[in-house]
């Protein structure tokens, strides 16, 4: 049986054909690999982030009355050092979200010292804590630190074991290692014997915090 042959056009057609459907195999290939490069960096990215924002190597500041405090130890912790290079790649503060927790006192080192320093809301202070930058001509051993946890105080008054007196509007700034797992003073009611120490506490911590 003779092969008819075939006309030079249609098999320049045919392979043109077969060639452009290579191409875009190998393009969705290509881009389905790039997707997942990202994905991969994002999840690598959210894990590392993670990991430094809830690692805690300094120790407790509030250990033995704030008296072993390392200002050296913070600059360098991974939350500070993650903080920093988040600011220098550009991203946008709007990005931060603050967690509110009513009846709660975060600890950690005041860099904005709240007796003073007053919002109106608890969203106000969040927004003070979000747009704060660290600098130098502020002076003090924590001018370096990045806030990333607020205190603000609800009522006319707020408890805090201490010699001050605590008001309405009162924003406390402050840092903290691992902000993801803030280490707590006093969270919601208080206990019968801790009471009892401090014959002003109210039954339920008046502190907001985020």
């Not at 057609?13 to 190998?26: D, F, K, M, Q, R």
């Not at 600890?107 to 010292?113: K, Q």
């Amino acid at each position: 049986m003779r092969l008819r042959k075939l006309p030079v056009l249609l098999i320049l057609v045919v392979v043109g054909i077969s060639l452009l459907a290579t191409y875009n195999l190998a393009s969705q290939i290509s881009r389905t690999h790039t997707i997942k490069q990202q994905q991969e960096l994002q999840r690598r990215g959210s894990e590392d982030m993670l990991r430094r924002l809830s690692a805690r190597v300094c120790g407790s500041p509030a250990a033995e009355g704030y008296a072993h405090v390392n200002p050296e130890c913070l600059e360098a912790s991974p939350t500070n050092t993650w903080w920093h290079e988040w600011q220098s790649s550009g991203a946008s503060k709007e990005h931060a979200q603050a967690v509110l927790e009513q009846h709660a006192d975060y600890d950690g080192l005041a860099v904005v010292w709240g007796i003073g320093h007053t919002t109106q809301t608890a969203e106000d202070c969040a927004e003070a804590c979000r747009s704060y930058s660290p600098t130098l001509q502020q002076g003090g051993p924590f001018s370096r630190l990045p806030c990333n946890v607020f205190t603000w105080c609800p009522q006319q008054t707020c408890f805090e074991p201490d010699v001050h007196t605590h008001s309405f509007g009162d924003c406390w700034l402050k840092f903290s290692e691992g902000p993801l797992n803030p280490e707590v003073n006093m969270r919601g009611m208080l206990s019968d014997d801790y009471r009892i120490r401090h014959p002003n506490a109210p039954k339920m911590v008046q502190w907001h915090s985020g």
